[in-house]
């Protein structure tokens, strides 16, 4: 049972639906439409793979981040 995201074409509302079978009825939990389209969802994926090498800061290619050889701080690249 996947979690889609609509947004409504009539208010503008953005939702998640928990959709329990295919082809169910989606409609806005704000204006009642159905009138929604689904959208492209982004989604994160953890892993505890130690394959990975680990990349510290000032190190590999995140040391030209800020153009000193450190990358460490507000928007650096933060790996390891």
Same mark, same amino acid.
């Given at each position: 049972?996947?979690?889609?995201?609509?947004?409504? +074409?009539?208010?503008?509302?953005?939702?998640?639906?928990?959709?329990?079978?295919? /082809?169910?009825?989606?409609?806005?939990?704000?204006?009642?439409?159905?009138?929604?389209?689904?959208?492209? *969802?982004?989604?994160?994926?953890?892993? *505890? +793979?130690?394959?990975?090498?680990?990349?510290?800061?000032?190190?590999?290619?995140?040391?030209?981040?800020?153009?000193?050889? +450190?990358?460490?701080?507000?928007?650096?690249?933060?790996? /390891?």
């Amino acid at each position: 049972m996947p979690i889609y995201e609509y947004a409504c +074409s009539g208010c503008g509302a953005r939702f998640e639906k928990l959709v329990r079978a295919f /082809g169910e009825a989606v409609s806005c939990p704000v204006c009642s439409r159905a009138d929604v389209e689904k959208q492209l *969802s982004v989604f994160a994926v953890a892993s *505890s +793979s130690s394959s990975a090498p680990a990349v510290r800061c000032g190190e590999g290619a995140c040391a030209a981040a800020d153009g000193n050889g +450190s990358p460490c701080g507000a928007g650096g690249c933060m790996l /390891g």
